[in-house]
């Protein structure tokens, strides 16, 4: 899993920035309907602040280069065709249009018809992975 942790001490504020506001809650997209079409955006590290939208419906990703397979995700493009992320931005957050956190984005990958988009493991089961509750 690609994500880093960290724990601040008690009483220290934090203010957590995503796509254009603070992230406000989480929304477990297991729960949502195949067919539905979820807009959504990141700031990430080499592409800043972008937008598209996710199908949540499970896919797998295999990236040929680094013989790496990512399972129980979601598969985001940009809007427009526009790129939503590139190397790098690993570990940013995806929230929805409400500022929820869905997930967070651990690899990119191009479709068959050449257009890029992200891979992005859902945020209830990272927290469940690394045993982190939130308040």
Known sequence: MDAAVIKPPEGLGAQ?????????????LWTVDDKETVTVGKIGAQTA????????????????????????????????GAVFAEPGD?????????RNAI???????TNGDGSSGAFVHGI???????DIELP
């Open 49 to 80: 602040e972008t937008h598209g939208t996710l199908k949540p419906a499970a896919v797998d990703l295999r990236v040929h280069d680094l013989r790496v397979r990512y399972s129980m995700g979601w598969w985001a493009e940009g809007d427009n």
């Open 103 to 109: 997930g967070m984005l651990v690899a990119v990958g």
């Open 124 to 130: 209830r089961q990272i927290f469940e992975a690394l």
């Open 90 to 98: 690993s570990g940013a957050i995806v929230v929805d249009d409400a």
């Open 16 to 28: 957590n920035e995503s796509a254009g506001g603070v992230v406000r809650d989480v929304r477990d």
